[in-house]
């Protein structure tokens, strides 16, 4: 199947593809080859970080697709350790060089760090974005009271808030938040880190429907208004799996169902640095 129909997501300025490739822990050559794989499938967006150390084998993967650079939307972000001015620029520089791609397609702060004033490391995202080193910017594991001042207070706007979002996870208050501001919300761990294919219900919707889980799970996402997904798989197989899932849609009832299979312990990425949760 051609994946060429993948939506993108109107944001503030930015057009980003409801289907990426997260790239957390693919390394060396496996990163290399599940980036240019992804890309020679139609997957258009890809997903790194200066915290994954992969942004030199990523970018090696985006060339060696043959996919022209203007038809790719890459994302990489900057550490929270690294959210003062003088070292969040270096760092964007760097991600820029590691993956020597010309330019970013969007710069997220990759979680928030009270230590920094906020205005400040807002202030080095709007001027990397005004220096031309990437198109877009935005937040990452920003909850809603956080969002709003960073959309308040930013000079350029935000084009998403990149969070763990899975149907274990109710981030109902969050989606409304960054739908208010006109934020794409992207899911990260959209498989809750491949828990949700073993999920009973999911499995039988998949058996009725003559889908995978996985594809059942990722079509609950983006079938939600402003939501993009970016699993992550080593396996090109799985790529294509989970990239097909724009050409079916759950019924009403089916949504429903999925959504009630949020659980308190649902959230699955909880580092000690993170922020108070929604
Ligand atoms: N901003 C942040 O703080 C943050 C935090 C976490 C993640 N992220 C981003 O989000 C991306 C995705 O999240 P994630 O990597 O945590 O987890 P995920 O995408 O929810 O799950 C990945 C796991 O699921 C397996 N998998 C993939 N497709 C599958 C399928 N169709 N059926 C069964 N298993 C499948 C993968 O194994 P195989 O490799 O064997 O296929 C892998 O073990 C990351 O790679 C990263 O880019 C961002």
């Known amino acids: 199947m051609s994946l060429n129909q993948i939506p993108t997501i109107p944001a503030n300025g930015a057009d980003i593809p409801a289907f990426g490739l997260g790239t957390w822990e693919l390394r060396e050559e496996v990163a290399t080859q599940m980036v240019s794989e992804a890309l020679r499938l139609g997957v258009r967006h890809i997903d790194t970080a200066r915290r994954y150390a992969n942004e030199k084998p990523v970018g090696e993967g985006i060339r060696a697709s043959g996919v022209p650079r203007e038809q790719v939307f890459v994302t990489s972000k900057v550490w929270w350790e690294d959210l003062e001015p003088a070292r969040f620029e270096a760092a964007?520089?760097?991600?820029?060089?590691?993956?020597?791609?010309?330019?970013?397609?969007?710069?997220?702060?990759?979680?928030?760090?009270?230590?920094?004033?906020?205005a400040d490391t807002l202030r080095a995202l709007a001027a990397v974005k005004r220096k031309g080193l990437a198109r877009?910017?935005?937040?990452?594991?920003?909850?809603?009271?956080?969002?709003?001042?960073?959309?308040?207070?930013?000079?350029?706007?935000?084009?998403?808030?990149?969070?763990?979002?899975?149907?274990y996870l109710d981030q109902s208050g969050l989606l409304a938040a960054c739908r208010r501001h006109g934020v794409a919300l992207t899911a990260y761990s959209p498989l809750a880190i491949g828990r949700i294919v073993k999920e009973p219900l999911v499995a039988?919707?998949?058996?009725?429907?003559?889908?995978?889980?996985?594809?059942?799970?990722?079509?609950?996402?983006?079938?939600?208004?402003?939501?993009?997904?970016?699993?992550?798989?080593?396996?090109?197989?799985?790529?294509?799996?989970?990239?097909?899932?724009f050409d079916f849609a759950l019924a009403e009832e089916e949504m429903?169902?999925?959504?009630?299979?949020?659980?308190?312990?649902?959230?699955?990425?909880?580092?000690?640095w993170h922020p108070d949760w929604d």
């Open 92 to 118: 964007a520089d760097a991600a820029l060089a590691d993956l020597d791609i010309g330019h970013l397609d969007l710069l997220l702060i990759h979680w928030p760090n009270p230590a920094v004033p906020l």
């Open 136 to 167: 877009h910017v935005g937040v990452a594991n920003f909850p809603v009271a956080l969002l709003d001042e960073a959309v308040a207070r930013c000079e350029e706007p935000l084009a998403c808030n990149q969070v763990e979002f899975h149907p």
């Open 204 to 245: 039988e919707i998949a058996v009725a429907r003559g889908r995978t889980p996985g594809q059942i799970a990722l079509r609950w996402l983006v079938q939600q208004d402003g939501v993009a997904v970016i699993p992550r798989s080593s396996k090109a197989e799985r790529i294509r799996e989970n990239a097909s899932i």
């Open 256 to 272: 429903a169902r999925i959504k009630a299979l949020a659980r308190p312990d649902g959230r699955f990425v909880s580092p000690a």
